[in-house]
């Protein structure tokens, strides 16, 4: 399976800890996303890089977030100081950038990282 | 105004009808568009997208494309228990998804 790889599947943690999230894209793919969807919401967009470089944070995300991707190939999304808040499915997507026409390719997502913080 | 807005729902359609989602969305300069379907508990999957006004087929699905009104719609016909799922449209200009459309298809 070549698809989007992301690890932990689950992850529950006290508040106030840190936790780490992996995701590995499709090899080819040199864009990397990163959502955060909660129950009956749509996906929330937190950040994409283009290969190793970090081309858009939203502004939603607080500074307790960070993430990196630092030869270009899988990324990390780390929460410092967890909030029950922060409970949510996490899910990382990748795409091939933009086509010849400039057209955003479509986003292909793994199976998501649940994160339950307590 | 949200950027990207669908009718929660739920769609309820008999099996064999037509379900009809529709989807609108706010920046005019938006050029790509996409349909994703989720299965509860699961991750979101492609079904579709779109870049050029008009209609896209592509078997039991047709993405409709109306930028002068702003709109984007996805029909699936000979709907299906199975298709029962929530529906995302995305405008993935802006990297924007809408809250997603309930389907419920009944036998």
């Known amino acids: 399976d070549t698809g989007v790889s992301q690890d932990p599947r689950h992850k529950i943690t006290k508040r106030g800890q840190n936790v780490t999230f992996r995701c590995d894209p499709i090899?080819?793919?040199?864009?990397l996303y990163w959502y955060r969807q909660t129950l009956g919401q749509g996906p929330e967009f937190l950040t994409y890089?283009?290969?190793?470089?970090?081309?858009?944070k939203s502004r939603l995300l607080s500074d307790r977030f960070s993430a990196e991707r630092p030869k270009g190939s899988f990324s990390t999304l780390e929460i410092q100081r967890t909030e029950q808040g922060d409970s949510a499915m996490y899910l990382c997507?990748?795409?091939?950038?933009?086509?010849?026409?400039?057209?955003?390719?479509?986003?292909?997502f793994g199976n998501g990282t649940r994160l339950t913080v307590t | 105004q949200k950027e990207v807005e669908q009718n929660s729902g739920p769609l309820s359609v008999p099996e064999g009808a037509i379900a009809s989602l529709n989807c609108t969305y706010s920046?005019?300069?938006?050029?790509?568009f996409f349909w994703y379907r989720q299965y509860s508990g699961k991750s979101p999957e492609l079904i579709m997208f779109?870049?050029?006004?008009g209609d896209k087929e592509d078997g039991r699905f047709t993405a409709q494309l109306n930028k002068a009104s702003q709109y984007v719609s996805l029909l699936i016909r000979d709907s299906q228990p199975s298709d029962s799922a929530t529906y995302l449209c995305?405008?993935?200009?802006?990297?924007?998804f809408g809250t997603g459309t309930r389907l419920q298809v009944f036998p």
């Open positions: 997507a990748s795409s091939t950038g933009q086509d010849q026409s400039s057209y955003n390719s479509p986003l292909h």
């Open positions: 995305a405008v993935t200009d802006k990297l924007i």
């Open positions: 090899s080819e793919h040199n864009r």
């Open positions: 920046d005019r300069g938006s050029q790509s």
């Open positions: 890089f283009q290969n190793e470089a970090q081309l858009e």
């Open positions: 779109i870049y050029s006004n």
